[in-house]
DNA sequence: CGCGACGTTGATTTGCCTCAACGATTGTGG
DNA sequence: CCACAATCGTTGAGGCAAATCAACGTCGCG
């Protein structure tokens, strides 16, 4: 029995990848043939700490997040990942060891995943995809760069009003105790943050 | 007037490259036409703040560092290499704007640079390159990863423990106050912790 | 209705910074 | 070859940003 919505998803992701490279039919029908759709449910684990990660993901619905709990129990967000982001634990994938870290549904999400060993084979066969990863890992490298550069750069408020000002929504969609550890702050310190700002008619 | 030891840095860069991937006699050859050889003495500048950087570098020789200072004059260390290591200001590079960070030379140093229209054309002309740069971008996002997670989940101390472990001789090539700067700590701040790591007879 | 998760607010503590003074080292010009 | 300046690391004192701890109100949900 087929999918629902597959074919929505499928041209989706389609759209995502002609975006950056072109493509024949044949090779879509082949990376197509090389996919699989996996749905989650809110605080459903796409991966757990300690597995490898066999998928790279990419997010048609829904909203998930990554992070890692220390030793004390405290969890650091990592990364968020929204429609038509890609999600993974890259290290875990790559080297196909434990995964430091754990992925899990924020939302209702729907994901199309494509497995390590699919993923070699469709880049020996279509070096076309060579190029879209290399220009996915190259917009990773700059955003995380500049995530190191306000973290070493910025204040915890100062970093809070640029992630505000470069996803204005995300109060809307995520518990303010996400956003503060992925910004590395305390969750009642960005509520502090908060009361401030209002007072100044922000 | 052939550039001195041309051959030698020439077959450095070829090696590195040819330990990821295949490339006939023919590509080789047109990769090296493509390349400039640029040596820097300490303290001079490849890169500085407002200019679009032009360059991929490959380190040879020498040891770089980029830096970004901010709006009081601190500045905040986002990287370093040193041989068969790469370095550029990614941002600048990829969409041709103002460089938001400088780069400098710590130590004499010996680069092979390829230039953004050439490096455009490398990839078109030799589509191994495509797999090569997504390598290289892969590594750097499991670098820049790893970093993110340690500036969330460890302390000032700790953090300088893991590069240790991870670089054990960086001490001998760095002056502490960029340590520090690399860390997000204050160089004051590190000489506390190295104090207390000596008396523990670490 | 009652419980648990979340955000807020206030009090206290702490990790790290800034400022300042001081040796040690390096480099530079006389 | 030495004097001087400049740079660097160390050490101590005081201060601030942000964490922790705790109590409380709100909301959504079983």
Redesign the interface.
Known sequence: MPVPDQEKFFSQIITHILRRIDLTQEEQQLFLSLLSIRRLLPKQYLLQEGDVCKYENFVCEGFLRSF?V?DQG?D???HFAMEDWWITD??SF?MQTPA??NIVALEPSVLIQIEKKNLDLL?TQV?AF??F??LI??R???A??????D???LSGAERYEALLKKYPSIEQRLPQKHIA?WL?ISPVFLSQIRGKNAKKGK
């Open positions: 890692y220390d405290n650091h967000t990592l890259l290290t790559v430091s870290r880049l070096p060579e190029k990863w290399r890992n190259e990773a490298v700059m995380q760069d500049q995530r190191i550069l973290n070493l750069a550890s590395g």
